[in-house]
């Protein structure tokens, strides 16, 4: 397919409730969509820079302003109508077009979004941005070829298996309720954020209303610093699934440290760039369990070869979320049907962040199938953007 143009929609959802995190607290999402429209049809991608720098270098204007004066300019010189090399966005360079082979058979049945990365790759960093342009590309590519994204990933379940992120609350009482309300609604693990002065106290009350058998885990965003190895290794008692991203990006030598002063298993989510670093940190033993966010390693192929590293190297993952609306989650889901995400993924319903949602909305089952959602299986991503709506958001 040929890209006719690339839009760019940014609007403000209101979260059903705030969520704190060690970084800060939001009362509303704002999210970026990017919408590529091709001569076989359209599709969307969900960006999941926040509004602030503060989880990782992107933000939203930061990368609504990349996409603009660089990536979108790059793919449509191109892919577009008029597609040549332009002076200022030079051709890939080998690395450029290594990564642009898509993993393995699955990037060659659709060879548009495969070659994305390698367009992309004259542009350091910038991942969140990056990553919402390929998502846009598949979306169009599998909906003109009548394919899922589940067909493509490898899906191998119907339903995946949800657990939902809690955040920091105002007050232990306030947490207790929270957590008590997504366990009635059937969510299969609780993960909560911690920082210095919100850890023990609340994990060990949400363990005992949880009691033994609940699967419990945390995050602390990279709120401690190696002086806290011995007070993290005291979350042993709590018998946790796994202690997420205690220490900074770059720094996974105090993550090895902590691997080796303690019993729970040490989880990476901000250092996990890509499939290399991946590697890198299993092997140097700063995780033994991954958390893949598409969306923060530049997109769901490089996220495929993250899980196919992982699953050869035996190591446990599971689908990380970033408040995404439907667009996002749909693609989400579909990832965390793959046979290597053993663990419940924070892919929570939309209600759990959202009053409305730009799709329709994620719903969990019931009976047999509670605390799952449903993996789409309609062309695409699998849903439908409600463009009237993103319209009056974005308040165009
Ligand atoms: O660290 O996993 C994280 C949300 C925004 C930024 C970072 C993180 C999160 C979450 C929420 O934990 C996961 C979700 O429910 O989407
Ligand atoms: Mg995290």
Redesign the pocket.
């Known amino acids: 397919p040929t890209i006719e143009r690339i839009e760019l929609h940014r609007l403000e959802v209101p979260l059903v409730r705030p969520?704190e995190?060690s970084?800060g607290r939001?009362t509303a999402r704002e999210v970026l969509l990017v919408h590529v429209i091709t001569d076989a049809g359209d599709g969307w991608g969900e960006c999941?820079a926040?509004r602030d720098p503060f989880?990782s270098g992107e933000y939203v204007a930061g990368a609504a302003s990349v996409i603009e004066h660089y990536l979108g300019p790059a793919l449509l010189g191109a892919h577009g109508r008029h597609a040549r090399p332009t002076r200022s966005h030079p051709a890939p360079d080998a690395a450029g077009q290594a990564a642009a082979e898509g993993p393995g058979s699955r990037g060659a049945s659709v060879p548009l979004a495969a070659s994305v990365a390698g367009t992309l790759a004259f542009v350091a960093g910038h991942r969140m941005a990056k990553g919402a342009l390929e998502a846009a590309v598949l979306d169009a590519e599998l909906r003109a070829q009548g394919r899922s994204m589940g067909e493509l990933f490898g899906a191998e379940r119907e339903w995946v298996d949800c657990g939902?992120?809690v955040?920091i609350a105002p007050t232990l009482e306030e947490l207790l309720d929270e957590v008590a309300g997504y366990v009635e609604e059937g969510y299969q693990r609780i993960?909560l954020?911690i920082k210095p002065g919100w850890d023990l106290v609340p994990v060990g009350a949400v363990r005992e209303e949880l009691g033994p058998r609940g699967l419990l885990q945390v995050?602390a965003?990279t709120a401690y610093t190696a002086d806290d190895i011995p007070l993290l290794a005291r979350l042993d008692a709590f018998d946790l699934l796994l202690i997420?991203?205690p220490f900074a990006e770059e720094d996974l030598a105090t993550h090895v440290r902590l691997a080796q002063a303690c019993t729970t298993p040490v989880c990476l989510?901000?250092s996990i760039l890509d499939a290399s670093v991946a590697i890198d940190a299993i092997e140097r033993g700063a995780t033994s369990v991954v958390?893949i966010?598409p969306g923060r390693m530049g997109g769901y192929l490089e996220a495929l070869r993250v899980h196919d590293a992982c699953r050869a190297l035996d190591v446990p993952v599971w689908c990380?979320?970033?408040?995404?609306t439907g667009v996002g989650?749909a693609a989400?889901v579909a990832l965390a049907a793959l046979p290597g995400f053993t663990l419940p993924g924070?892919?929570?319903a939309s209600s759990?962040?959202f009053a409305e949602d730009v799709t329709e909305p994620f719903v969990l089952g019931d009976g047999e199938h509670r605390g799952q959602l449903r993996v789409p299986d309609a062309p695409g991503t699998g849903v439908t953007v409600r463009e009237e709506l993103v319209r009056q958001w974005a308040g165009a």
């Open positions: 969520f995190t970084f939001e999941v926040g989880y939902v992120s955040g993960k954020k995050d965003n997420e991203q989510d901000e958390n966010k990380g979320g970033m408040l995404e989650r989400n924070d892919t929570s759990r962040y």
